[in-house]
């Protein structure tokens, strides 16, 4: 199924895992995913990590959330190091596996890996798998702005050129302070960009962690945030706990005011993935008697 449909019936809650690394058995991967799975989320995205790397296990367990488990898949895929023919292969893997959706990306530049020129920018991907699939394209959209678009202006005017493309649905960079969320969906707005959106939500459960996330998005910690690490940042369970009432805080606060849906980025972890699911999941349901 398209995950762009599920849009139509309620407030979309999704999660995203990520492959283990090469040098890790892909069964480490599956016992987070019966868990996730048990949460009954809408779909379950899977990120495509080593950048350039063809030998990927994102198309397999990919296929496995939808074969094995039963739930929707959505494959990242990333393009900067991808030539045409790549693409097509992968692809061919995706639909031979029964898999509808890509989250269709550039990736990061990196400066050991020579980009590839097939595709400068994800809506040259989106383009091309437009012509070349039946699959639900979904694009990244960021709503601090992504850090080398030269300001947000040029940003959301990029970000429309890849819903022409062809991308049916947007899922955002993570961030900590809503009201970067609610100016960008404004923005979106204004710039005619009317495909559903997905906030992404972070749950921050060590301080290593936030360190590398904002060195790496860019993204603004706001002083209630900053509070909660100075506070509880050297008790690790702790942490655990308060991040997780933090993300629960942003995402009463979004489903109130009527968000499209909720992309929870799991960082594999089920536990926190299940608390933060049950506070909230009466709150879809309630938003979508509400919406109707
Ligand atoms: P683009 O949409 O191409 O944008 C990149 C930059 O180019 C932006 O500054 C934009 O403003 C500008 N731009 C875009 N289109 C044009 C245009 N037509 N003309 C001029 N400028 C343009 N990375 C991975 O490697 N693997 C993953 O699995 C992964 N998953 C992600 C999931 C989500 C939800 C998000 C938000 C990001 C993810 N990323 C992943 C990171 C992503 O690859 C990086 O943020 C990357 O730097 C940008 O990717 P993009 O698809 O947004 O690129």
Do not use: W
Not at 222 to 248: H, R, T
């Amino acid at each position: 199924m398209h995950t762009r449909d599920f849009f139509q019936r309620k407030t979309v809650f999704s999660f995203e895992v990520f492959p283990p690394k090469p040098t890790s058995s892909i069964d480490t991967v599956y016992q987070t995913l019966r868990e996730l799975n048990g949460l009954s989320p809408d779909f379950i995205s899977v990120t495509y990590g080593a950048v350039g790397s063809k030998n990927n296990a994102t198309v397999q367990i990919a296929s496995d959330i939808k074969n094995k488990y039963g739930a929707e898949s959505v494959a990242h895929l990333p393009c900067i190091n991808l030539k045409k023919e790549d693409v097509l292969a992968t692809l061919s893997d995706l639909k031979r596996n029964g898999i509808e959706n890509i989250l269709a990306l550039r990736g990061d530049i990196r400066p050991d890996a020579e980009p590839k020129t097939d595709f400068k920018h994800a809506s040259d991907l989106i383009a091309f798998i437009r012509e070349n699939g039946e699959f639900n394209l979904i694009g990244a959209c960021y709503p601090e702005g992504h850090p080398e678009s030269g300001g947000i202006v040029n940003d959301i005017l990029n970000l429309k050129k890849k819903v022409d493309a062809g991308a049916n649905q947007l899922i955002s960079q993570l961030f900590f302070d809503n009201s970067y969320f609610y100016s960008f969906l404004e923005r979106a707005k204004i710039a005619g960009i009317d495909v559903p959106i997905q906030a992404g939500i972070m749950p921050v459960t060590n301080k290593n962690q936030i360190e590398r996330m904002v060195t790496l998005c860019g993204v603004a910690l706001p002083k209630k945030f900053v509070k909660v690490l100075e506070k509880y940042g050297e008790n690790p369970a702790a942490m655990q706990e308060a991040g997780i009432a933090y993300a629960i805080d942003q995402i009463v606060d979004l489903i109130a005011q009527g968000v499209d849906g909720i992309h929870l980025y799991t960082m594999n972890n089920s536990y926190v993935a299940k608390k933060i699911s049950d506070a909230v999941t009466n709150l879809l349901a309630d938003s979508y008697s509400i919406s109707g």
